[in-house]
């Protein structure tokens, strides 16, 4: 069993920058890869960017490139998104995510954190 707790969330200013953390823990949180999803009022939820535990790619969604960057600290089980430049339409709920990389992209994961809300204003 693993457990994603996320913090970070909050309402900022667009061009502005928030980092959201991600805590993870349980026997076999190294073996999964972590990423980061958003849900948007009234969409469907959509992939944001994903991270191996060892040595691998990361992966953007098109919409997040260049703007926001994930990152891990093995040896704080942590997993962070640092998103600069937020827009208006980042606004949604974050959930982190443990799963296997090539499955994460789909949709598909093992595990959910809670949720943490990230409003931009404009």
């Known amino acids: 069993q693993v457990q994603l707790v996320e913090s970070g969330g909050g309402l900022v200013q667009a061009g502005g920058s928030l980092r959201l953390n991600c805590l993870a823990s349980?026997?076999?949180?190294?073996?999964?890869?972590m990423g980061w999803f958003r849900q948007a009022p009234g969409k469907e939820r959509e992939f944001v960017a994903s991270?191996?535990?060892?040595?691998?790619?990361?992966y953007y969604a098109d919409s997040v490139k260049g703007r926001f960057t994930i990152s891990r600290d093995n040896a704080k089980h942590t997993v962070y998104l640092q998103m600069n430049s937020p827009k208006p339409e980042d606004t949604a709920v974050y959930y982190c995510?443990?799963?296997?990389?090539?499955?994460?992209?789909?949709?598909?994961?093992?595990?959910w954190g809670q949720g943490t809300q990230v409003t931009v204003s404009s």
């Open positions: 995510a443990a799963g296997v990389t090539t499955l994460m992209q789909r949709g598909i994961v093992a595990y």
């Open positions: 349980g026997r076999t949180v190294s073996s999964f890869a």
């Open positions: 991270v191996p535990w060892s040595a691998g790619n990361t």
